[in-house]
């Protein structure tokens, strides 16, 4: 019985930045409150030991009634039993991808599908089940397909980058991208810019509709195309369904801004903006100069980020004869501290008395806990 539920993906920015770890903790608390869960992962995660660093990492664990979507060969290192619900036509490189129901808590290794359209196949399987939650475990390098989540979860800490500021910056850009502002009101609906995902499409004010053949806007020759085939009084809107790569879009801005100014850019959804970033933290200043200069940009998908949980630990490179690796930190508070001062979402160190903010933050997005009327 499918009902009412929500996806919510973690976001980590690299290894390390204490994804895993809360997941575990949501996981914890759902089985708490008797919040029935399931879970899957964009590609493989979930090991026992990192295997770049070797150093011990958590793993996903289950309670049981959790319902979960994973490779068949994980099956054979995952401690809990599970009673396998349905085998899909989804295959990756750890084989078909099964569901199945937790018959008694334990340790998982979670390795789901790399598409969007699967993952999408699968969270509607898992809701099926009667799930009030579903997680997704996601990552930078893997982030596409969390556009078919509700909302997400930003983890980040110093595996990421040890310079605090540095990373502090890094969010905000992360966070500035997913703020973006949602497309509505326009003469032209959004199905009917739906429809045209495969192309770039440029919608001018007397209704004419001019398809591209480029998808994405990548290089300076799709640039160029586009740029060519703008008529500057007419044109209202452009929208690029595919990836935009920032030096691409300041190109665009810095030497095309008069073409541009007073025209939308539509996107589909701000991960394509953020996949095609070399330094994500520059992102934001670049959204800042497209203002200032009169181009507007949005997005058809809008989708929140909750939260954002820090991570002091990170992976020490050392080279005593042969190369290893040892546990470290950076300052906790000054990394709390800073994120916090820049940042306006909740600041969360998910070891901490914080962990508390998140609960509540998920119960808000969940509806649950309010009294009826």
């Known amino acids: 019985m499918e009902i009412n539920s929500k996806v919510i993906g973690i976001l980590g920015t690299a290894k390390n930045t204490g994804k895993t770890t809360t997941f575990n903790f949501l996981l914890e608390w759902a089985n708490k409150e008797n ?10 995660d979930g090991e026992d030991i990192d295997n770049i660093t070797g150093l011990p990492k958590p793993r996903i664990f289950i309670q049981k009634g ?3 979507a994973t490779a068949e060969q994980c099956l054979s290192s995952t401690a809990a039993e599970l009673e396998i619900i349905e085998k899909t036509s989804i295959i990756t490189p750890l084989g078909q991808v099964v569901i199945g129901s937790a018959l008694q808590e334990g340790l998982v290794v979670l390795a789901g599908p790399n598409k969007g359209k699967d993952l999408k196949y ?25 556009v078919h989540c509700d909302a ?6 110093a595996s990421r980058h040890i310079d605090i500021d540095l990373l502090v910056e890094e969010t905000e850009s992360i966070l ?3 703020n ?3 497309r509505e009101g326009q003469n032209i609906p959004n199905q009917e810019i739906r429809r045209h995902q495969h ?14 053949n480029d998808y ?3 290089s300076p020759k799709t640039l160029h195309n586009l740029i060519n085939n703008i008529a500057e009084k007419e044109s209202e809107e452009i929208y690029i369904p595919g990836i935009i790569q920032d030096k691409i879009l300041k190109e665009m801005v810095e030497k095309y801004s008069a073409l541009f100014r007073g025209k939308t850019i539509l996107i589909d959804n701000p991960t394509f903006l953020l996949v095609g970033s070399q330094d994500i933290r520059y992102l934001k200043d670049l959204l800042a100069d497209m203002i200032s200069k009169g181009i507007n940009l949005k997005t058809l998908h809008s989708l929140p980020v909750l939260a954002v949980t820090i991570n002091p630990f990170y992976p020490k490179y050392h080279r005593y004869g042969k190369e290893s690796y040892e546990a470290d930190w950076i300052d906790a508070v000054q990394l709390y501290q800073k994120m916090k001062s820049r940042i306006s979402l909740p600041v969360i160190n998910i070891k901490g008395e914080e962990s508390k903010k998140l609960v509540m933050i998920i119960k808000k997005f969940l509806n649950i806990g309010k009294k009826k009327k």
């Open 35 to 44: 919040i029935r869960v399931g879970l899957t992962s964009i590609g493989y």
């Open 66 to 68: 959790n319902i979960i």
């Open 122 to 146: 699968i969270i509607q399987k898992i809701k099926q089940q009667g799930v009030q939650i579903v997680l997704v475990d996601g990552a930078l390098n893997r982030m596409i397909p969390l």
């Open 152 to 157: 997400l979860i930003l983890t980040t800490g």
């Open 176 to 178: 500035r991208v997913y």
């Open 180 to 182: 973006l502002p949602l």
């Open 199 to 212: 192309n770039m499409v440029i919608f001018q004010k007397n209704g004419v509709i001019r398809k591209l």
């Open 216 to 218: 994405s806007l990548i």
